[in-house]
T-cell receptor, first 112, second 113 residues
Framework: GEDVEQSLFLSVREGDSSVINCTYT??????LYWYKQEPGAGLQLLTY???NMDMKQDQRLTVLLNKKDKHLSLRIADTQTGDSAIYFC????????????WGLGTSLAVNP | DGGITQSPKYLFRKEGQNVTLSCEQN?????MYWYRQDPGQGLRLIYY???????QKGDIAEGYSVSREKKESFPLTVTSAQKNPTAFYLC????????????FGAGTRLSVL
């Protein structure tokens, strides 16, 4: 079945770049999403990309997609302490457009 | 301000009791979703609804029920049949297009007394 995998933890220093990685299994055209969750809060959509794109940039965020390797990454430039959160990667389910397949989330710790 | 409102923020359930979590959206979205979040397990889909008066089971629907009588409202009832209800519950909505971009409420944390 379809699956989305992420590393569970990432620690960076303030001001450095963070790169959060995700792999997915669906080989058909699909949408891929990045969400951010702060402690005790809901999920906030950061960005999304369609699988025919290689890259998408939005201010400090850059999404890179390697469709051949089914690898998605989220780069956060100039990481700040306010970026400390859990970051979820998700993929639209190829069999049901109404469903998303979620990774377990990457917990990003930003150290001053 | 447009958004999704979940209430209450915290809820406690006694043994054998049904409880209802509220989810209201004023984004004029067609589709609405309920997720359960447990530590280390990510998000799991409970129920979703694409239009009023219609809803489908997600991956973990047992012990839960929903209704969709109005476009803006999608309440979730956690029944006494759900033996392990302690979790963080998230409601989301989307316009209903191919992109399926989902927007989330702030969540309800349910605990068992």
């Amino acid at each position: 079945g379809e699956d989305v995998e992420q590393s569970l933890f990432l620690s960076v220093r303030e001001g450095d770049s963070s790169v959060i990685n995700c792999t997915y299994t669906d080989s058909s055209s699909t949408y891929l999403y990045w969400y951010k969750q702060e402690p005790g809060a809901g999920l906030q959509l950061l960005t999304y990309i369609f699988s025919n794109m290689d890259m998408k940039q939005d201010q400090r965020l850059t999404v890179l997609l390697n469709k051949k390797d089914k690898h998605l990454s989220l780069r956060i430039a100039d990481t700040q302490t306010g970026d400390s959160a859990i970051y979820f990667c998700a993929e639209r389910d190829a069999g049901n457009n109404r469903k998303l397949i979620w990774g377990l989330g990457t917990s990003l710790a930003v150290n001053p | 301000d447009g958004g999704i409102t979940q209430s209450p923020k915290y809820l406690f359930r006694k043994e054998g009791q049904n409880v209802t979590l509220s989810c209201e959206q004023n984004l004029n979205h067609d589709a609405m979703y309920w997720y359960r979040q447990d530590p280390g397990q990510g998000l799991r889909l409970i129920y979703y609804s694409q239009i009023v008066n219609d809803f489908q089971k997600g991956d973990i629907a047992e012990g839960y029920s929903v209704s969709r009588e109005k476009k803006e409202s999608f309440p979730l009832t956690v029944t006494s049949a759900q033996k392990n209800p302690t979790a963080f519950y998230l409601c989301a909505s989307s316009i209903g297009t191919q992109q399926n971009i989902q927007y989330f409420g702030a969540g309800t944390r349910l605990s068992v007394l």
